[in-house]
């Protein structure tokens, strides 16, 4: 069969087949550009951070840690949009937009490559332009002694080694990055495409690695995301995610101007997500796999974030369903508990409650470190590992979350478990405790990257991680309706 007539008999079958889910309804919406993965001419990009989400230096011959794979789908080939020269852009080579104070600085150049591929890649909707999903890569290493990185988003000097991991000069080197542009394989209409690479440049045999491999058959259904992520000894803190970013604006952990899939910034409690995952390998007891993870940034006062480092604050929160991690927040641990629980039913539950807190559906909550009217006890995020400060809130699989549509016991959605979820993640974020100055009016809690991937935290050995994700969307819900 050519793949012409299989595009016309999938096209067909699409088209008899009626989609029905209780999120389907007349009064959702979808704020994707490529609503459940399912568009043909698929538009996905790739970023690596170092640990306080910068470059710093550029691996060499990679060019700037920035890359895409955009196509669209014209009369059965497939019509790239970046260029392997696009991909290969570092500091030093100008493009068409390039601002000239960037063209020597890693950090500023990347910022530049991801808007200059954003123009390449973006999708012209009438109302809402859009661009990619993100593939984000992180290593967790952080040489002190280089004081690349700001306290609170304070630059300060070098310290001691010893807090993080670090196994000498270069250990905050970027990866090398490999693109296998998407075309077709085999006969029946299949596509595929793939990022993979290694922060262990050179010869370093059995090092880390990162791979994404997308595969979709046209017409048909989602676009599949293979995931792999692989430590190493040099290599023990990595962190991988698909990420869906806002379109312009901060997106969460940037403090910059970002491209991305999020064309409508999802408000809480109004918003759902859907997707399907399939955990093949955990990555072993420290990772923390992320069903999902919500970003967004908001100052202490409430006031929405301005690109302001000092007192921009980026606040996650993140449910992690690797059943090895321990809720460390217990009766007896006060400090890794948010101060207050709060019902469906908005009644607040403190923490010091240990007859009703529900001290298992809380990993770890961590404060920003430049709050100034903390309750004790509490714990303070790292100040190192964001441009800015960070309030993080981490949430285990238990019965309170039943009605959200969240796991409910550890394992649930775990290896073996594959599933497709339909997440109140509006809900649910609407209720979680994050901190304010006392007196001041709350936040919009509004979304700007919704992402799901896993950080292996600091690993003893060698762990694989590897899983797929599809169906991916993020639903309006109409407050009446729902
Ligand atoms: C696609 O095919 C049609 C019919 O063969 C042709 O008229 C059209 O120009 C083609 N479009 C592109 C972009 O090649
Ligand atoms: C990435 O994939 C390509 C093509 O399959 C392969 O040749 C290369 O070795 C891979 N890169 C790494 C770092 O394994
Ligand atoms: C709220 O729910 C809790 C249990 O989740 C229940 O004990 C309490 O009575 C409810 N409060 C109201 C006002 O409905
Ligand atoms: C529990 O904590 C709340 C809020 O911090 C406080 O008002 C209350 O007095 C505490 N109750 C007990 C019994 O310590």
């Not at 040489?143 to 990185?149: G, I, V």
């Not at 807090?163 to 006969?187: A, D």
């Not at 690695?209 to 803190?237: A, C, D, R």
């Not at 809130?393 to 979820?421: C, F, N, S």
Request: include cysteine; aromatic fraction near 12%.
């Amino acid at each position: 069969m050519d793949l012409q007539n299989l595009v016309l008999i999938t096209a067909l079958i699409v088209s008899t087949f009626t989609f029905s889910s209780p999120l389907d309804e007349k009064h959702s919406i979808s704020v994707l550009g490529d609503p459940g993965m399912r568009r043909d001419g698929l538009r996905v990009a790739f970023e690596a951070w170092n640990f306080c989400n910068e470059v710093g230096t550029e691996a060499p011959l990679m060019g700037s840690p920035r890359a895409a794979d955009c196509f669209d789908l014209t009369n059965s080939s497939l019509n790239h949009k970046v260029s392997e020269s696009d991909n290969k852009l570092g500091v030093g080579k100008p493009f068409q937009g390039l601002n000239p104070s960037a063209l020597n600085n890693a950090d500023l150049y990347a910022v530049e490559k991801e808007l200059y591929l954003g123009s390449l890649c973006e999708v012209r909707e009438a109302q809402n332009p859009w661009h990619f999903w993100m593939v984000m890569l992180k290593n967790g290493n952080y040489d002190t002694t280089s004081s690349l990185c700001p306290e609170n988003g304070k630059k300060v000097g070098p310290f001691k080694p010893g807090r993080f991991p670090c196994f000498g000069n270069g250990c905050m080197n970027q990866p090398s990055f490999y693109n296998e542009r998407t075309s077709f394989v085999g006969s029946g209409g299949r596509m595929r495409g793939g990022f993979n690479g290694s922060y262990d440049l050179g010869s370093d045999v059995g090092g880390s690695y990162f791979e994404v491999i997308w595969e979709k058959n046209v017409g048909v259904g989602s676009w599949v995301f293979n995931h792999k992520l692989k430590t190493s000894k040099k290599y023990p803190w990595l962190m991988l995610y698909l990420r869906a970013d806002a379109t312009k604006g901060f997106s969460g952990g940037y403090h910059y101007d970002t491209r991305g899939m999020l064309k409508i910034l999802p408000e809480s409690p109004n918003f759902k997500v859907r997707l399907s995952l399939n955990v093949k390998q955990g990555g072993g007891p420290k990772s923390q796999f992320y069903l999902i993870d919500i970003g967004s940034c908001w100052k202490n006062n409430g006031a929405p974030c301005d690109g302001d480092v000092l007192t921009d604050i980026t606040r996650y929160s993140e449910m992690i369903i690797n059943p090895e991690t321990p809720a460390w927040c217990s009766p007896t641990s006060l400090v890794s508990c948010p101060p207050y629980h709060v019902t469906p039913n908005n009644t607040k539950i403190y923490r010091n409650d240990t007859a009703n807190f529900p001290y298992g559906a809380y990993h770890y909550y961590c404060a920003p470190g430049n709050a100034k009217y903390l309750e004790s006890p509490v714990s303070i995020c790292d100040p190192y590992s964001n441009p800015q400060g960070q309030e993080l809130m981490q949430l285990l699989p238990h019965p309170i979350w039943a009605e959200y549509g969240y796991p409910t016991k550890q394992g649930q959605g775990w290896v073996g478990d594959p599933r497709t979820w339909e997440l109140d993640v509006g809900g649910l974020s609407s209720r979680l405790y994050f901190y304010q100055d006392p007196g001041t009016p709350p936040a919009k809690r509004v979304w700007t990257s919704i992402d799901v991937g896993t950080e292996i935290f600091v690993s003893d050995k060698d762990e694989v991680a590897e899983w797929t994700l599809s169906d991916f969307d993020v639903i309006l819900t109409n407050p009446v309706a729902s």
